[in-house]
Protein backbone atom coordinates (compact mmCIF):
# COMPACT_ATOMS: atom_id res chain seq x y z
CA UNK A 1 0.00 0.00 0.00
CA UNK A 2 1.39 3.34 -1.20
CA UNK A 3 1.57 6.44 1.40
CA UNK A 4 -1.38 8.15 -0.37
CA UNK A 5 -3.25 5.04 -0.12
CA UNK A 6 -2.96 4.89 2.64
CA UNK A 7 -3.71 8.58 3.75
CA UNK A 8 -6.90 8.11 1.76
CA UNK A 9 -7.38 4.78 3.32
CA UNK A 10 -7.40 6.45 7.20
CA UNK A 11 -8.92 9.56 5.76
CA UNK A 12 -11.94 7.24 4.83
CA UNK A 13 -14.77 10.17 4.17
CA UNK A 14 -17.22 7.32 5.08
CA UNK A 15 -15.43 6.96 8.62
CA UNK A 16 -16.34 9.73 11.59
CA UNK A 17 -13.44 9.42 13.82
CA UNK A 18 -14.94 8.79 17.84
CA UNK A 19 -11.92 8.80 19.74
CA UNK A 20 -8.67 10.38 18.49
CA UNK A 21 -5.14 9.10 18.52
CA UNK A 22 -4.07 10.90 21.04
CA UNK A 23 -7.42 10.77 23.41
CA UNK A 24 -6.77 6.69 23.34
CA UNK A 25 -2.51 7.59 24.15
CA UNK A 26 -3.83 9.35 27.02
CA UNK A 27 -6.32 7.37 28.56
CA UNK A 28 -4.16 4.11 28.08
CA UNK A 29 -1.27 6.03 29.76
CA UNK A 30 -3.67 6.50 32.95
CA UNK A 31 -5.24 3.09 33.21
CA UNK A 32 -1.41 1.94 32.73
CA UNK A 33 -0.87 3.86 35.91
CA UNK A 34 -3.92 2.92 38.00
CA UNK A 35 -3.37 -0.75 37.11
CA UNK A 36 0.22 -0.08 38.44
CA UNK A 37 -0.65 0.90 41.55
CA UNK A 38 -3.60 -1.41 42.29
CA UNK A 39 -1.13 -4.64 41.04
CA UNK A 40 1.86 -3.34 42.94
CA UNK A 41 3.90 -6.51 45.19
CA UNK A 42 1.43 -8.61 43.06
CA UNK A 43 2.15 -11.03 39.78
CA UNK A 44 -0.18 -9.78 36.95
CA UNK A 45 -1.09 -12.20 34.51
CA UNK A 46 -2.46 -10.45 31.12
CA UNK A 47 -5.23 -12.54 29.10
CA UNK A 48 -5.82 -10.99 25.99
CA UNK A 49 -8.98 -11.44 24.25
CA UNK A 50 -7.72 -11.97 20.39
CA UNK A 51 -8.28 -10.26 17.84
CA UNK A 52 -9.41 -7.37 18.80
CA UNK A 53 -7.40 -6.50 21.76
CA UNK A 54 -4.20 -6.86 19.94
CA UNK A 55 -3.53 -3.12 19.75
CA UNK A 56 -4.86 -2.15 23.43
CA UNK A 57 -2.85 -4.63 24.99
CA UNK A 58 0.60 -3.87 23.34
CA UNK A 59 0.08 -0.43 24.55
CA UNK A 60 -1.83 -1.20 27.70
CA UNK A 61 1.02 -3.35 28.79
CA UNK A 62 3.73 -0.97 27.70
CA UNK A 63 1.55 1.76 30.43
CA UNK A 64 2.04 -1.06 33.28
CA UNK A 65 5.42 -0.52 35.35
CA UNK A 66 4.99 -4.07 37.06
CA UNK A 67 6.72 -7.17 36.07
CA UNK A 68 3.97 -9.01 34.00
CA UNK A 69 3.23 -11.94 32.60
CA UNK A 70 1.33 -12.93 28.73
CA UNK A 71 -1.20 -15.07 27.70
CA UNK A 72 -4.15 -14.87 24.81
CA UNK A 73 -7.63 -16.58 24.64
CA UNK A 74 -9.39 -16.66 21.22
CA UNK A 75 -13.32 -15.97 21.84
CA UNK A 76 -15.85 -15.06 19.26
CA UNK A 77 -19.32 -13.97 19.11
CA UNK A 78 -19.13 -11.96 16.04
CA UNK A 79 -17.63 -14.05 12.99
CA UNK A 80 -17.46 -11.76 10.35
CA UNK A 81 -20.91 -9.60 11.23
CA UNK A 82 -20.77 -6.55 12.86
CA UNK A 83 -23.46 -7.88 15.21
CA UNK A 84 -22.64 -10.54 17.98
CA UNK A 85 -24.46 -13.69 17.00
CA UNK A 86 -24.97 -14.76 20.63
CA UNK A 87 -22.96 -17.70 20.33
CA UNK A 88 -20.31 -17.14 22.24
CA UNK A 89 -17.11 -20.21 20.97
CA UNK A 90 -13.53 -20.66 22.27
CA UNK A 91 -11.68 -20.46 19.05
CA UNK A 92 -7.68 -20.65 21.04
CA UNK A 93 -7.52 -21.63 24.65
CA UNK A 94 -5.45 -20.58 27.21
CA UNK A 95 -1.25 -22.22 27.10
CA UNK A 96 -0.70 -21.57 30.78
CA UNK A 97 -2.56 -22.21 34.34
CA UNK A 98 -4.58 -19.50 35.59
CA UNK A 99 -4.05 -21.46 39.25
CA UNK A 100 -2.83 -19.01 41.75
CA UNK A 101 -2.60 -16.17 39.65
CA UNK A 102 -3.84 -12.40 39.86
CA UNK A 103 -5.64 -12.03 36.04
CA UNK A 104 -6.30 -9.11 34.33
CA UNK A 105 -8.39 -9.95 31.18
CA UNK A 106 -8.09 -7.13 28.29
CA UNK A 107 -10.98 -6.80 26.32
CA UNK A 108 -11.62 -4.49 23.10
CA UNK A 109 -15.13 -3.99 24.32
CA UNK A 110 -17.99 -4.41 26.36
CA UNK A 111 -20.74 -5.17 24.16
CA UNK A 112 -23.59 -7.34 25.40
CA UNK A 113 -21.45 -8.68 27.62
CA UNK A 114 -22.27 -12.23 27.15
CA UNK A 115 -18.49 -13.07 25.70
CA UNK A 116 -17.23 -11.86 28.78
CA UNK A 117 -19.69 -13.58 31.07
CA UNK A 118 -18.97 -16.55 29.45
CA UNK A 119 -14.67 -16.50 29.85
CA UNK A 120 -15.46 -14.88 33.56
CA UNK A 121 -17.31 -17.81 34.47
CA UNK A 122 -14.77 -19.99 32.93
CA UNK A 123 -11.94 -18.68 34.41
CA UNK A 124 -12.94 -18.35 37.72
CA UNK A 125 -13.57 -22.35 37.77
CA UNK A 126 -9.56 -22.46 37.24
CA UNK A 127 -8.88 -21.15 40.74
CA UNK A 128 -7.20 -17.88 40.00
CA UNK A 129 -6.37 -15.25 43.11
CA UNK A 130 -7.96 -12.51 41.30
CA UNK A 131 -9.49 -11.72 38.34
CA UNK A 132 -10.63 -8.24 36.61
CA UNK A 133 -11.09 -6.69 33.56
CA UNK A 134 -9.66 -4.27 31.52
CA UNK A 135 -11.95 -3.08 28.43
CA UNK A 136 -11.28 0.24 25.95
CA UNK A 137 -14.74 0.11 25.33
CA UNK A 138 -18.08 -0.36 26.91
CA UNK A 139 -21.44 -0.23 25.30
CA UNK A 140 -23.74 0.40 28.48
CA UNK A 141 -26.95 0.62 25.94
CA UNK A 142 -26.09 -2.95 24.63
CA UNK A 143 -25.89 -4.75 27.86
CA UNK A 144 -27.91 -8.06 28.18
CA UNK A 145 -25.54 -9.40 31.09
CA UNK A 146 -24.16 -7.40 33.87
CA UNK A 147 -20.38 -7.52 33.67
CA UNK A 148 -18.29 -5.72 36.03
CA UNK A 149 -15.33 -4.34 34.19
CA UNK A 150 -13.34 -1.94 36.73
CA UNK A 151 -10.89 -0.19 33.89
CA UNK A 152 -13.16 1.14 30.91
CA UNK A 153 -10.86 3.03 28.82
CA UNK A 154 -14.33 4.56 26.87
CA UNK A 155 -17.96 4.67 27.37
CA UNK A 156 -18.96 4.78 23.98
CA UNK A 157 -23.07 5.14 22.93
CA UNK A 158 -24.77 2.09 20.62
CA UNK A 159 -22.16 2.13 17.44
CA UNK A 160 -20.89 0.19 15.42
CA UNK A 161 -17.13 0.79 15.67
CA UNK A 162 -13.95 0.36 13.95
CA UNK A 163 -10.28 0.62 14.53
CA UNK A 164 -7.24 0.25 16.93
CA UNK A 165 -8.01 -3.34 16.61
CA UNK A 166 -11.21 -3.20 15.88
CA UNK A 167 -12.37 -4.70 12.75
CA UNK A 168 -15.29 -5.62 10.00
CA UNK A 169 -14.39 -8.45 7.76
CA UNK A 170 -10.52 -8.77 9.05
CA UNK A 171 -10.00 -4.94 7.94
CA UNK A 172 -9.83 -1.65 9.96
CA UNK A 173 -7.81 -3.11 12.80
CA UNK A 174 -5.17 -1.02 11.78
CA UNK A 175 -6.78 3.03 12.35
CA UNK A 176 -4.90 4.24 14.71
CA UNK A 177 -8.07 6.09 15.92
CA UNK A 178 -11.68 4.86 16.80
CA UNK A 179 -14.23 5.33 14.19
CA UNK A 180 -18.17 4.82 13.73
CA UNK A 181 -18.94 4.45 9.68
CA UNK A 182 -21.26 6.37 8.53
CA UNK A 183 -22.58 3.13 6.62
CA UNK A 184 -21.36 0.31 7.82
CA UNK A 185 -22.65 -1.65 4.93
CA UNK A 186 -20.37 0.17 2.62
CA UNK A 187 -17.09 -0.86 4.29
CA UNK A 188 -14.43 -3.30 2.38
CA UNK A 189 -14.83 -6.58 3.67
Same mark, same amino acid.
Given at each position: ?16 V ?24 K ?26 S ?19 ? #???? /? *? ?12 ? $??? =? ?19 ? #???? /? *? ?5 E??V???? $??? =? ?34
Amino acid at each position: MTASERASFMGDPNLRVLIDTEQLRARVQELGQEITRDYAGKQLHLVAVLKGACVFLSDLMRAIDLPLSLDFIGISSYGASTKSSGEVR #ITKD /L *DVSLARKDVLVVED $IVD =TGLTLNYMMNIFRSREVNSIA #IAAL /L *DKPERHEIKVDAKY $IGF =TIPNHFVVGYGLDVGELYRNLPFIAVPRDPSSLKK
